[in-house]
């Protein structure tokens, strides 16, 4: 039975073996008879009986036993729910609910369900993995809670501060009141109290069956326990009985869960039965033995019955006993995957340690700490060596485990209660934690030059374990600082600290809780009363209590034992001993802690618990034989000599014992002298005696300094590069330790600490104490000698880290406020950072303060998202003055950025201005002061400043820039301090200032501090003018000078001295008021233009030298080239017209400018779906489509889809032809052919013929007399240039007369024109046998499409809409691409590497721009060829030389009619038929191979098409399709706004997009075609009958007839897609049943190219098919409304709607970019167009109007008449009838009919998604996969089409891959939403790239994966820019997505 589904409620079966079984039983026959509902109601009569009759319903275990052996032979799986065993357990359980219900289970649970309306307490949803959950920030009491997704969207959490989150498992918190706040409750749960006791009636009956069921259960389950714990005498049934046991547990779990579903009550009764009945217990541990998916089923009905807040209590006494079972059989692996088997541990621990009331009571009853801690403690035992020592390898193999233990202690101190309780009451189990912190303190140890390097996996596991432990720690500090109000404040028992860790984690496995334990119960109220009425007492006069000071002794109690024990202490003569006793100490500890959880009872009074349980106070120390009566080592008075060598001695970056310290001192500090009401009446001088008590300042310094002092100089050490041959663990060991990740076990707590130190110790003492550790103790010795590489970076070190010292006040000084302040300028410094990023910078506990915000607006300014860019933070100008350059946590390299950014914004330089100063410290730590203005620290810098003075600038200078610097900094901060505590020194001498004057002797002479300042500034002074140190970024000479002021300043001497080595520097002392920010600051601005002279010559040097690169390209290229050379070329004779290339044009491949050979232009050639996206409305998230009436107009009833090859087998399709009537066709079509045909052309096309039907045989060739002579045939541009002018006389001559217009056909002329086409092709065939031979085998796989196109083009590719041309502008020789792409393809093969490489495929022609890394797959020549041919001005005089306003209103269709049916009979005249030069047989040239091999494809869809087809080809006719299709895109991309959803309407846009996407090379497309479409004679016989077609139909309204010409062609090419007969079919199509703009195209493309070159032949053309786009435009809007039959002319309103649906049209659009590329001229992909726009055609006076005004604009280019006129036409109105019959004809025969299109100037969008993304996830997270149904992986949503899809392989499920469905929905492009990580994937064909996400939070930030689960909401500027780039075909142009492009496998997402 699935959870969730009706119990199965049918009556139970006469089951023969339920009622054997009974009968057996001595049930009498004559009750065994009765109908089964009156059975059960007479066994439950005799109430005593049931008992006994339960397990006799039940199967026995050897009927179940042998239900599992036939299941087994029978080869079913156990887990089947059809098994045998499943179905007789399934058929009891019935019988079992209808006597537990008496009567209808179904019945029962549903009154059971209706009395619970309203009464639901906890909703107890149980989770799975990856399901979704929230969090409320406002309504939860801990970050462990969440509730489901119905709950949160029942609830009210309106301007709540909630997120999103993936779960791992747990259960819904809604109702439980110790999770959940009430307010926050959803509508059906109101908290456990609502929960009624279920009726005492069903109660009895229910229970009666229930116990013996748990029973049986627990028989079942106690012996499969002992079957898998090993029994020998069953070991030959463990197979069996484990097969029972969990088909019996799996039943009745299900049983049990449903009953949870239906009522509360009933929940609650049944968690009660199984504690009280002894079952829970088994129930724990059945993991062990049961199988897995039973153990997931049981799990979720404990979490469910963990509502009942009595059965989570005693759940959790069982849990705490089975705890420490699973630690120790992970021990006993020795490795995390127990976690794995036993999943009941880390799956419940969150659920019990995160209830207070729950958690109190097991600590003080079940003595839960002590247990936690010896668990670690276990743990720690087993990873340690037998001299104690914690080993890192095998703790990172226990490394879950230890964490688990860790963090379930912090769960439990989260509680404020039970700090309190730890400090006040059981100060040994403080103790015990001290001692396992003692055992890991300085653990994971490194020693220098160990030459073996360390897996650095390891290095992270103890950093981890020290975090975790400082989480402990900030709940065990602040519960010694709270009061006992704090114990009943359980809405503050989670305090910050916790808080913040918890958030840290972006992916932490959250599990909520459920349940409420009242305090009421048992013993705990008496000792928690006790407690607080002992805490009450206290008397706190001190701001800090006596907690505080005892937790401090015990903290140095500890540190002082394992300085005792430690090696590297010096604190004892015997430490190895010492080791290994304490060692045993700890082991023996643990013992007693084992033996008292092993003897204890549930009723443990306070005084047995706090008297026998913990460590024994004394163990370590008694066994180390030092009594500790008092301390010892920090109690000394005296200053210790401590000898150690970081260098050569062991070293750990890990003393958790110190951190406490530091923790404890930093909260006393803040207790006292932040957060103290008067801080001033606080006795400053008793505060280190109040709280290190027991402590002497000399001994505490000297010994508490020493380890936090040795870490400082290793990573010194590090930094300078002495620990390089232990490889990257001493870096990385580092750069953790300078983490903000880990700052509370990093540098600023041991910075506070040797701070500490540094106020109570004596100020050289304490200095020379560092110099000793950094090695540097011979650095006074003033010997001009370079000493070891490493010393410049040591003694840099050395400095900082006393500025740091004095002048650091992260916890000595500043507010928290301040402190924000600080660290958010410090990041801000470095660069602008999104809201996320800030927020991850800052320490855990600045995080989460809730004055971040405010804060956050005060320093810095928010830049909304613009673009793809994300809202950002960047630091106000005001603030970069408070620039720290001494913050602790600096690393080189962000240093580096801070001080280059500082320059930049305040144009000084940072080192001159940003001098660190004296601030206020608190009281105790004054005696920092002394620090900086010690004896010591003037050596110090009088030496730096001596070895400046006295060595060369240098690397082995022994005082390098960056020292010198640092010191002068140390000097300035020493000044600064004396300045601002000179009410300190009354009466005493500062050593920095009186021994200024100071002389030493030195080999040099004598020398003092400040003639050495001096000689420094004059020196630097001499050099250069504006000398600039540093990379010209600071001058040193005006920072000396301001400290020589400042000296003359301070004191007399000084003064007197300066006056005479340095008189200028104080002469005008006097008179001026010394500020040494001003000083540096004008000396800076003095020396600006010198610096900036001295940049420029720098750049001027810097392009020279790129100039020498530029011009030593061309040799390097050999060697990028793989050894090819690009050698000029000899131009063959069939390319010698292609060589009319300008010079500017240079191969950028070879770069020989010198090279005569052509080049070519490189260009991408893209398939496209664009226009079939437009056409139809985008899809909804919500499946809902909406359209607006703009789209609605795109789509009209009845609209006919059809592939390349429906379309001419939909139309072409006839009726079986015999032999005998295909023989009698031909022979009358030689017949009619012979009359007008020449006799070469007769005979080829009988050839052609009988090669194709061999059917045919008996032909008969007519007698002709004779042929004409081949030398009457003229060229074939004199043929259309005389067909132009004829036309034109024509039309004269017919509008001058007023003749009426003849529309006579001769259908002879079309049997001749065919005739010769025919022969045409048998010609070529001859010529050119092995044509498909030349195909490139890169085409042999057709591509596959499942997406409809249209076919009203008359053809269409057979997997695309058409062909995008695109073009970078950069040009190459032929011969030096085909070099490149041979070793490309070469490189490839041999899996080399080359540039590229992860973005394209050589093998399909593909390869990156060698200049702009653009991706390209062919290229087109720079010179059509034939390009003298007249373009710009027409060649003959037009039909109308003068034009009157009058006949700017009239609608010039009748023109174009004319020009049509003339031009149609001059091409069928014979005359002009047999002038063709039928031997002109041009075949497409070289240069145009490559690019007409890829434009083709597409059409020709098989591998028999391209070899039939692609020698019949047009190639002109295709390059012409393309630029159709071009034309078009761009103009609905130029509809699409990149900012906005919004559409772009106006000629502004139209052409700004043409000029910056690809209108040169849509122009030199244009001239190619120009140029080659009489290249060939069966290609102008192509044009010619297409243009008889289009005449046809729209002069006519008729399709000519097909003749029997046209039926041979398609009997010979019946089997094969060819373009010629479907182009003729589309031809011939009824002219409003095709689009009016793809019909002018294809007009233009047929008619003889010199009227390309006429204005009035373009615009009458344009007229005639806005006509028909007008004459669709009424058809839809009937269609649409269903408006009678008016006169159209006499109804405004009517007119008025038509016109806004004429006008929404794109056909004025396209003509318009039409128009202007037939007008443009150039080829320069780079010049100037402005010389060349069409501007002269509109009316400029309006640039920003609406969109009908736009359309009047281009009305009025073309000299359109307004639409009134249009339609009052009657000349039109009488062809427009012919039109609608032919539409009528043509679908009455066809069947099918034609298609009506009306295509709207709609923009290109995406599909609709929800504003909120999360109601985007809701819906798409667990949707079904439509194929496999199953829900995938990773989720994909496509953008295009709305499917659901996934980026990973599945066999299953193929078409939904995303590759795939890419293919098949958008021509090999896909835009995908990763519904997970919130991207979207970018997919063209096998090239996948990762786009930012169009989902932004409040603050303008991505969450990629849902990382903060914040709400997310749709940007529409992104989605926008999204849209276009897809509607620009700009995926692959675009360099942004080709730099994350991958290709193939190597993509991982």
Not at 643 to 654: G, Q
Not at 1542 to 1557: N, V, Y
Request: aromatic share 8%; with cysteine; glycine share 4%.
């Amino acid at each position: 039975m699935e959870i969730g589904s009706p119990p199965n409620s049918s009556p139970p079966s006469r089951s023969n073996r339920v009622v054997r079984r009974l009968a057996m039983h001595g049930v009498p026959v004559e009750q065994l008879d009765q109908p089964q509902p009156d059975l059960v109601a007479s066994l439950k009569a005799n109430k005593s009986q049931i008992p006994k009759l339960v397990p006799v319903i039940l199967p026995s275990y050897e009927e179940m036993v042998d239900a599992v052996l036939v299941d087994k032979a029978a080869g079913m799986k156990r887990s089947s729910a059809r098994s045998n065993l499943s179905t007789q357990l399934r058929e009891s359980m019935v019988w079992l609910q209808w006597m537990m219900f008496e009567g209808d289970p179904d019945v029962s649970l549903k009154k059971l369900s209706q009395m619970s309306i309203g009464q639901r307490g906890v909703c107890g949803a149980v989770w799975g993995s990856n399901d979704i959950a929230y969090r409320c920030r406002t309504c939860e009491h801990d970050p462990t809670c969440a509730i489901c997704v119905p709950c949160f969207c029942n609830g009210n959490h309106k301007d709540h501060d909630y997120s999103i989150i993936y779960t791992g498992g747990g259960c819904c918190d809604c109702g439980d009141a110790t999770a959940w706040r009430r307010e926050g409750f959803c509508s059906k749960h109101k908290g456990s109290e609502q929960i009624q006791p279920l009726p005492e009636e069903i109660a009895n009956s229910v229970g009666s069956v229930l116990d013996p069921l748990f029973a049986c259960w627990k028989d079942k389950l106690t012996l499969s326990g002992t079957v898998c714990d090993g029994n020998p005498r069953l070991k030959d049934q463990v197979s069996e009985c484990k097969d029972v046991t969990d088909e019996f547990t799996s039943v009745v779990v299900e049983t049990l869960l449903d009953f949870c579903k239906y009522s509360d009550s009933l929940l609650s009764f049944v968690s009660k039965r199984i504690f009280s009945f002894g079952l829970l217990d088994v129930l724990v541990r059945a993991e062990k033995f049961l199988s897995e998916h039973v153990v997931k089923k049981l799990h979720e009905l404990l979490l469910k019955l963990l509502g009942e807040p009595a059965f989570k209590y005693e759940f959790g006494k069982v849990y705490l006993h089975y705890y420490p079972v699973v630690i120790n059989e992970a021990i006993k692996e020795g490795n995390d995957d127990v976690f794995k088997k036993y999943t009941l541990l880390p799956t419940f621990s969150v659920q019990i340690f995160t209830v207070p009331t729950l958690t109190q009571r097991l600590v003080m009853e079940m003595n839960l700490l002590e247990m936690l801690l010896g668990c670690l403690g276990d743990i720690f035992i087993s990873c340690s060596e037998d001299d104690g020592k914690l080993q890192v390898t095998k703790l990172g193999n226990l490394f879950e485990t230890t964490l688990r233990v860790i963090e379930d202690v912090r769960f439990v101190m989260t509680h404020v209660s039970v700090p309190l309780y730890v400090v006040h009451e059981r100060r040994d189990i403080f103790k015990s934690w001290l001692k396992l912190l003692a055992f890991v303190q300085g653990m994971s140890p490194q020693r220098r030059e160990a030459g073996v390097e360390e897996d650095n996996d390891n290095i992270i596991y103890p950093f981890a374990i020290c975090h975790s432990f400082s989480n402990i720690h900030s709940l065990l500090v602040a519960g010694s600082f709270s009061t006992a109000g704090a114990i009943d404040s359980e809405s503050n028992a989670f305090p910050t600290t916790y808080k913040q860790d918890v958030d840290d984690g972006d992916n932490l496995v959250r599990h909520a809780k459920v349940g409420r334990i009242s305090l009421s119960q048992g013993s705990s109220v008496c000792r928690f009363s006790g407690f607080t009425s002992k805490v009450s007492e206290l008397k706190l006069d001190n701001p800090v209590p006596s907690s505080v000071t005892g937790l401090t002794f015990e903290c140095l109690r500890s540190i002082e034992n394992w300085l005792a024990v430690d090696n590297t202490s010096g604190t004892c003569s015997s430490k190895t001993s010492l080791t290994r006793r304490n060692f045993l100490a700890f082991t023996k500890t643990l013992s007693k802690i084992r033996f008292n959880l092993s003897s204890e009872s549930s009723d443990i009074d306070s005084n047995s618990a706090g008297s026998s349980v913990g460590f024994n106070d004394g163990a370590m120390a008694g066994e180390c034989s030092i009594k500790l009566e008092s301390l010892r080592f920090l109690s000394l008075s005296g200053w210790p000599d401590i000898t150690y060598d970081v260098s050569s001695e062991d070293i750990s970056v890990h003393i958790p014992l110190h951190r406490f310290l530091s923790l404890i001192l930093q909260k006393a500090f803040k207790r006292c002298y932040e957060e103290s009401v008067n801080p001033e009446l606080l006795i400053t001088s008793n505060f280190f005696e109040h709280i290190l008590g027991g402590s002497h300042p000399y001994g505490f310094s000297a010994y508490i300094m020493e380890h936090p002092l040795r870490i400082r100089v290793f990573c010194a050490q590090v930094h300078a590069g002495m620990w390089r041959k232990n490889g990257d663990i001493p870096v990385l060991s580092c750069d953790l330790y300078g983490s903000v990740r880990w700052s509370e076990q990093g540098v600023e707590f041991d910075l506070f600490l040797l701070q500490c130190c540094a106020a109570l110790a004596p100020a050289d003492l304490f200095v020379n104490r560092i110099l000793e550790r950094f090695g540097l103790s011979n650095y006074f010795s003033l010997n001009l000698q370079p000493s070891s590489e490493y010393e410049g970076v040591l003694v840099q070190e050395m400095l900082t880290l006393i500025i740091q010292i004095v002048k650091d006040r992260r916890f000595s000084g500043l507010t928290t406020t301040e402190n924000l302040q600080r660290e958010l300028i410090c990041k801000l410094v470095i660069g602008d950072a999104t809201h996320s990023q800030l927020v991850k910078s800052l320490p855990r506990d600045l995080s989460k303060v809730d004055q971040l915000q405010q804060v956050l607006d005060t320093v810095a300014v928010y830049s909304n998202p613009s673009g793809m860019k994300q809202g950002k933070y960047s630091l106000r100008s005001s603030y970069w003055k408070e620039l720290d350059l001494y913050h602790p946590r600096w690393n080189p390299r962000d240093l580096q950025v801070a001080e280059e950014r500082y320059l930049r914004f305040c144009n000084t330089p940072a080192l001159t201005t940003q001098l660190p100063r004296w601030t206020k410290v608190y009281p105790p730590l004054n005696g920092l002061a002394r620090t900086a203005t010690c004896k010591v620290v003037l050596q110090m810098i009088r030496s730096v400043l001596y070895y400046a003075v006295f060595m060369d600038k240098s690397p082995s200078s022994r005082a390098p820039d960056g020292v010198l610097l640092t010191a002068l900094h140390l000097l300035y901060l020493a000044l600064d301090t004396c300045s601002v505590n000179q009410s300190s020194y009354v009466g005493e001498s500062v050593p920095v200032v009186y021994l200024a004057c100071e002389e030493i002797s030195s080999s040099n002479g004598n020398q003092s501090l400040l003639l050495l300042l001096v000689l420094l500034m004059r020196m630097h002074k001499r050099e250069s003018v504006g000398y600039l140190m540093e990379g010209e970024s600071c001058n040193l000479s005006s920072l000396i000078e301001s400290l020589l002021k400042k000296f003359a300043e301070m004191d007399s001497e000084c003064l007197t001295k300066l006056q005479e080595v340095a008189p200028e520097v104080v002469n005008h002392l006097s008179n001026s008021n010394i500020n040494s920010d001003t000083d540096i600051v004008d000396s800076a601005s003095k020396h600006k233009a010198k610096s900036r002279e001295r940049q420029a010559a720098i750049l001027a040097k810097m392009r020279a030298e790129q100039s020498k690169f530029m011009a030593s390209m061309n040799s390097n290229l050999e060697e990028q080239m793989d050894g090819s050379q690009f050698e000029p070329e000899v131009c063959t004779s069939e390319e010698a017209r292609d060589i009319e290339v300008p010079a500017q044009y240079v191969c950028s491949l070879c770069h020989d400018s010198n090279s005569k050979n052509p080049v070519s232009f490189l260009v991408l050639l893209q398939k496209s779906r664009l226009v079939s996206f437009v056409n139809r409305a985008p899809p909804s998230w919500d499946r809902r489509t909406h359209r607006s009436d703009n789209e609605h107009a795109s789509v009209i009833t009845n609209t006919l889809m059809l592939s390349g090859k429906e379309a001419i087998s939909s139309t072409s399709d006839s009726d079986e032809v015999s032999d005998f009537q295909l023989e009698h066709l031909v022979q009358n079509s030689i017949d009619e052919f012979a009359l007008d045909g020449k006799p070469g052309e007769v005979n080829a096309f009988l050839d052609f013929v009988k090669a194709l039907l061999p059917s045919v045989r008996n032909i008969q060739v007519p007698h002709i007399s004779s042929d004409k002579m081949d030398s009457s045939a003229y060229s074939l541009e004199v043929i259309e240039e005389e067909i132009y002018c004829s036309t034109q006389r024509e039309m004269r001559a017919h509008f001058a007369e007023g003749d009426n217009m003849s529309t006579n056909k001769d259908d002879e002329s079309d049997t001749v024109l065919l005739g010769k086409y025919i022969a045409a092709l048998s010609r070529e065939k001859n010529e050119n046998p092995s044509a498909s031979d030349n195909i490139d085998s890169r085409y042999d796989k057709p591509p596959e499409s499942s997406t409809q196109v249209h076919a009203y083009d008359g053809f269409v590719p057979s997997d695309c809409d058409g062909i995008y041309l695109s073009s970078c502008g950069h040009a190459v020789h032929q011969g030096c691409l085909d070099r490149y792409l041979s070793s490309l393809k070469e490189r490839s093969l041999r899996r080399v590497f080359f540039e590229g490489g992860h973005i394209v495929d050589p093998d399909q022609g593909e390869f990156l721009c060698p200049v702009c890394r653009g991706l390209a797959n062919s290229v087109l020549p720079a010179s059509p060829g034939d390009s003298k041919k007249a373009w710009n001005q027409p060649l003959f005089p037009t039909v109308r030389e003068t034009e009157t306003t009058e006949e700017n209103n009239i609608l010039r269709h009748q023109e174009a009619l004319y020009l049509l049916q003339m031009t149609s009979n001059m091409v069928g005249n014979n005359e002009i038929l047999n002038s063709l030069p039928m031997w002109k047989n041009g075949r497409i040239r070289r240069s145009l191979e490559k690019f007409f091999n890829v434009v083709c494809k597409p059409y020709l869809s098989t591998k028999q098409d391209r070899a039939i087809g692609l020698a019949k080809v047009s190639h002109s006719m295709l390059m012409w399709d393309t630029f159709k299709y071009s034309l078009i895109s761009t103009e609905i991309a130029a509809r699409c706004e990149n900012t906005s959803l919004t559409p772009r309407h106006g000629l502004d846009a139209l052409f700004k997009e043409m000029k910056s996407s690809n209108e040169f090379v849509l122009s030199l497309l244009l001239k190619i075609v120009h140029s080659t479409r009489t290249d060939n004679a069966r290609h102008v016989l192509l044009r010619f009958r297409g243009i008889q077609l289009f005449a046809g139909s729209i002069c006519s309204g008729v399709s000519r007839d097909e003749g029997n010409m046209l039926r041979i062609l398609e009997q010979v090419e019946k089997e094969v897609s060819v373009l010629d007969i479907q182009f003729w079919k589309g031809a011939s199509r009824p002219i409003i049943g095709c689009d009016a703009f793809s019909s002018l195209m294809w007009i233009l493309y047929c008619l003889p190219y010199p009227f390309l070159s006429c204005e009035e032949s373009f615009f009458s053309l344009v007229h005639l098919l806005y006509a028909v786009s007008v004459t669709q435009a009424i058809i839809t809007f009937h269609e649409k409304h269903q408006t009678e039959t008016i006169e159209l002319g006499d109804n405004d309103c009517l007119i008025a709607d038509i016109s806004k649906l004429v006008k929404e049209s794109a056909f004025p659009q396209w003509c318009a970019l039409l128009w202007k590329l037939l007008k443009y001229s150039s080829s320069d992909p780079f010049g100037d167009k402005s010389s060349h726009s069409i501007d002269y055609l509109i009316d400029s006076t309006t640039s920003s109007v609406t969109e009908l005004v736009e359309v009047e604009r281009l009305e009025k280019m073309f000299k359109i008449p307004a639409l009134d006129v249009v339609i009052k036409d009657e000349s039109l109105r009488s062809i427009a009838l012919n039109w609608l019959n032919h539409f009528r004809m043509d679908k009455e025969v066809d069947g099918n009919g034609s298609v009506l299109h009306v295509n709207p100037a709609v923009p290109f969008r995406l599909m609709h998604l929800p504003y909120v993304y999360h109601d985007l996830l809701q819906r798409y997270i667990k949707q079904c996969c439509p194929d496999c149904k199953t829900v995938p992986d990773e989720p994909a949503l496509c953008l295009l089409c709305g499917r659901l899809c996934s980026p990973n392989w599945k066999s299953c499920c193929s078409e939904s891959v995303t590759q795939s469905h890419a293919m098949a929905c958008g021509a090999g492009t896909g835009i995908f939403l990763l519904i997970r990580k919130t991207t979207i994937l970018l997919q063209r064909s096998a090239r996948k790239a990762l786009w930012p996400s169009p989902y932004l939070d409040a603050f303008g930030e991505e969450d990629l994966e849902m990382r903060r689960g914040r709400p997310l909401y749709l940007n529409e500027e992104r989605y926008a820019a999204l849209a276009y780039m897809v509607a620009s075909h700009g995926l692959d142009r675009s360099s942004k997505v080709l730099r994350q492009t991958t290709i193939g496998s190597l993509f991982i997402v």
